[in-house]
């Protein structure tokens, strides 16, 4: 009987780690610790908010690699091949009709189209002037390089001839500001360094979009934003004029099997990061739960419209995703294995009656054919009744089984006394 007494224990540890695996395999209780978040090329805004979203991240323990890339086109494509966690991309970007494997966590700031120039006709709004000049409409890939492109083509200016350089902001700036460059186009915040040290050049001067609102009327997804004069020096009155600018806007793009309380630490970063004033918005502002083609995840929806999940609330980090996995624990204890356990002293019980039954049935097999038996049959018969009550006396079973033992040695021993009685008779 030990070897059922083993079955059932096997049975009972097996099924305990399947439901356990199959939990959490379902319920997802662990939060990975760490994720990528593409961002964006040197000196861009991009870089400077990943570092802030690292940061934060770090102090719940969740270590967020930066990747740099071309801008938010690419991060776009990094996200629908699942190279990258997470990434910035911006309210309308191309193919992003495709990213249904993707999820927005909402608008984060904006991302205006700056034109810096050296060239006193741009600077009226004359795009034509751009004709012949050097112009770095920044690296394939990003939203600037497309953003150039299309107001390129918007205002019916042939591209063979105008040069076109695709450097990353940082370099663009500097060459810009050398004299190596007549005009930079560049999509960024304003945090972004390179934004900050043009806008306090003397060198170069901000384009004012003066057609800005009918750019609005033509593609909604654009914002009009004023840039007030001498915000980037105000004792030098730089920029020398209020200058309009045509926005983007940033949104946080995730992959929509990134773990729920993830998302939520994320937003909850963004609240941080975004919601301070800025100079295109006010305090608390952004985040906003808007979607686009790359809908808003459940969590963030759950996140905009209730706060922080209530474990986040109570508990700290660690602490909450201990308990998640408590609870993914639990539910399978609780739902399956309890419930096996309750039934395992009954099917044991069970299994022990069914080996009775079967010496019984055996017992009744033998009693039965006694009576024309032959010699070489009863011999049989005896060995293996003989075989029976050696098995049946070396049993190991509970105490509650233990009259049922005597009883069937018992009833052994009566078969087989009459078994050497039909021997004796045959024998006389």
Do not use: C
């Amino acid at each position: 009987m030990n070897h059922i007494k083993l079955l059932f224990i096997t049975l009972a540890l097996a099924i305990t780690f399947a439901s356990v695996y199959f939990s959490f395999r379902l319920l997802n209780p662990t939060p990975p610790k760490q994720l990528t978040l593409a961002t964006g090329p040197s000196g861009s805004a991009y870089e400077r908010m990943g570092e802030l979203y690292r940061d934060i991240l770090a102090e719940s323990g969740v270590e967020v690699q930066l990747l740099a890339s071309r801008g938010a086109i690419e991060n776009l494509e990094l996200l629908m091949k699942s190279k990258v966690d997470l990434g910035f991309v911006t309210i309308g970007s191309p193919n992003a009709e495709n990213a249904e494997g993707l999820r927005s966590l909402g608008a984060m700031f904006f991302e205006p189209l700056w034109v810096f120039t050296r060239d006193p006709n741009l600077q009226q709004g004359r795009m034509d002037s751009l004709s012949q000049q050097r112009v770095s409409i920044g690296p394939e890939k990003s939203r600037s390089y497309s953003a150039s492109r299309n107001l390129l083509n918007l205002n019916g200016i042939d591209t063979s001839e105008v040069q076109l350089f695709e450097f990353e902001p940082s370099e663009a700036a500097s060459l810009l500001l050398s004299g190596q460059l007549d005009s930079q186009f560049i999509v960024s915040n304003a945090i972004s360094p390179v934004i900050r040290r043009l806008l306090e050049a003397e060198e170069v001067t901000l384009v004012d979009f003066q057609r800005a609102d009918t750019y609005v009327a033509l593609f909604p997804e654009l914002t009009k934003l004023i840039v007030p004069a001498g915000v980037g020096d105000l004792a030098l009155n730089l920029p020398p004029q209020d200058a309009r600018v045509l926005a983007f806007t940033a949104m946080l793009a995730v992959r929509k099997d990134i773990h729920p309380i993830t998302q939520s630490l994320f937003l909850e970063a963004a609240d941080r990061i975004h919601g301070v004033p800025d100079l295109f918005h006010s305090a608390g502002e952004f985040p906003q739960p808007r979607d686009q083609l790359i809908l808003l995840s459940d969590s963030a929806r759950a996140y905009f419209a209730d706060g922080r999940p209530l474990l986040l609330r109570l508990l700290p980090y660690p602490v909450a995703v201990l308990v998640m996995q408590l609870i993914a624990a639990a539910i399978p204890l609780l739902g399956v294995v309890y419930p096996m356990l309750r039934l395992m002293p009954s099917a044991f019980h069970w299994a022990m009656r069914h080996q009775f039954h079967r010496v019984y049935g055996e017992l009744r097999r033998i009693d039965r054919s006694l009576g024309g038996a032959s010699v070489t049959a009863l011999e049989a018969h005896r060995e293996r009744l003989e075989s029976l009550e050696q098995r049946v006396t070396t049993l190991r079973v509970p105490v509650t089984y233990s009259t049922k033992i005597y009883a069937l040695k018992a009833h052994i021993g009566s078969v087989l006394q009459r078994v050497q009685d039909a021997l004796s008779q045959r024998e006389l």
